[in-house]
């Protein structure tokens, strides 16, 4: 991720993560949580034509990346699909060493203090910690113990109930998934509901 959008994420306190069997108009949705608060946006792997959609999207207003990135290929090639971070749900040094030798900085997915060191050792940005609803808001206090200067960024089971938790316990920004984009309601290019549902997870980090 360019220094820009890691500086948009820290001052958004959120990304949202889109996971859907399919975008129908993917500038669209981009823009809408753009213009909501959270101004970056993670596509991922598990979505058919991901690379199709991040091409569309790259003349929304919104920072755009790629996650679910588990092999060296699909980090090149989300790369030259004009990606500017990628993000892993686990360690992957072969897409840490694409991430480097680009010039884009990853965001590694990691839930142990070993994880996190490796992820570190790799030249994560930030590390994401996967499931984060496995061990909740708490756990997050007890990684900032020997982590104090880590960008920590919970995944996985945050919604607009929790997340401001999260913050409080030292995650620097917090993952924005199905609770802000279900996967239908993107599908069906309900935007108007996105954008609420964007509007009430912004307002829920105060």
């Known amino acids: 991720m360019t220094p820009s959008a890691m500086a948009t994420i820290v001052a958004d306190r959120a990304l949202a993560v889109v996971r859907a069997p399919e975008i129908p108009d993917p500038v669209a949705l981009a823009n809408v949580l753009a213009k909501s608060g959270i101004r970056v946006v993670e596509l ?3 979505t058919p034509r991901v690379l199709d959609h991040l091409l569309a999207a790259t003349t929304s207003e919104a920072v755009l990346g790629v996650g679910t990135v588990l092999t060296a290929d699909q ?3 989300a790369v030259d699909a004009g990606a500017k971070f990628l993000v892993t749900p686990g360690i992957r040094a072969c897409v840490a060493k694409v991430a480097s030798d680009s010039g884009i900085p990853v965001i ?14 790799l030249g994560a940005a930030a590390v994401k910690i996967f499931p984060a609803s496995a061990f909740g808001p708490a756990y997050f206090k007890d990684l900032r113990g020997p982590f104090p200067d880590v960008a920590l960024i919970p995944s996985g089971g945050v919604n607009a109930g929790n997340a401001a938790d999260f913050l409080a316990r030292g995650a620097v920004a917090v993952s924005a998934g199905t609770d802000v984009v279900p996967p239908q309601a993107v599908l069906s290019g309900r935007w108007s509901e996105i954008t609420s549902r964007a509007a009430s997870f912004v307002k829920s980090l105060n």
């Not at 590694?108 to 050792?121: H, S």
């Open 44 to 46: 991922t792997f598990t």
């Open 75 to 77: 980090a090149r090639s």
């Open 108 to 121: 590694m997915g990691a839930l142990t203090p070993t994880e996190v060191l490796v992820a570190l050792d």
